[in-house]
């Protein structure tokens, strides 16, 4: 919000990793503001789904239908951080369509052109360990990853 999205859209394709920079918890919003992401369906698990930022929601409310990156001065940023305010915004992103479901109330009405499964260290428990696992072994094709 405060150094990445300032920059033109096509110079945001290699972020300074580490403290302010690329991690586990962000790597989604990267690839937004890098606008390699059109439509983006969350779904969760029991007890998830709370997870959304209202800075990155439309109208800042995380019930809206898109997300709305924006760009914001670190002061700005840190004036509001604490407070029940809103940043006075520099700049918004293109709005992308935004849909959060439980895991229960996925349908999909297409197949899709890509799923990414994330495992982050930080946010995934190791009890998940052999989800991805089963995954890995049901639907990736090791052979044509080579």
Known sequence: MTDLLFEPHEDRQHPKEG???LDDGNWLALALACRWITDLVYVFNDGGGNDILHYHMQDFDVSA?????????????TRVMFHEMRPEVARFEPRVPFQQL???SFRAQQPFDAVFLARSPSFTPPECDVIFDEIRHRF???????
Request: charged fraction near 25%; proline fraction near 4%; aromatic fraction near 4%.
């Open 19 to 21: 403290v302010r920079g």
């Open 65 to 77: 239908p898109n997300i709305e990156l924006k760009a914001v001065h670190s002061h700005e940023l």
């Open 102 to 104: 439980h895991w229960g």
């Open 140 to 146: 990736i094709d090791e052979d044509a990853l080579l």
